[in-house]
């Protein structure tokens, strides 16, 4: 079993593309059995997130936030995600600070 945090905070007004693109995704992980997918989002969008078969975590921290990261660290604390996905230009900062409370070295590699 694999256990999947999905960031759901950008979902924002839900006409936007990575909402429509969440909104296409969510489903789909849920269907599949070997995995455990929770959705990290705003209270406003639990129920919807809810309806599709995955548990929520409900944060009112916006994803553009200056204490985002922080946020989501707590929140991958929380559950525990083997993979958390970050479908939002804000993913690098949540990965940096992520590394930053777990003492992990993030490093890449050029292509």
């Given at each position: 079993?694999?256990?999947i ?16 693109y969440?909104?296409s995704?969510t ?19 639990e ?10 975590v409900?944060t009112?921290?916006?994803f553009?936030?200056?204490?985002a ?13 083997d993979?958390t996905f970050c ?9 940096l600070?992520?590394?930053?409370s777990t003492?992990?070295r993030?490093?890449t590699r050029?292509a």
């Open positions: 079993m694999i256990r945090l999905l960031d759901g905070r950008p979902v924002g007004d839900g006409r936007q593309g990575i909402a429509r969440l909104f995704l489903p789909y992980l849920a269907a599949e059995p070997d995995l455990d997918l929770t959705v990290a989002c705003a209270p406003r969008w129920s919807t997130f809810r309806s599709m078969g995955v548990r929520t409900a009112s921290v916006a553009t936030s200056p204490i990261p922080f946020s989501l660290a707590l929140i991958q604390r929380q559950v525990r995600p993979v479908p939002s230009f804000a993913a690098l900062s949540i990965l600070a992520h590394a930053r003492s992990r993030i490093t050029a």
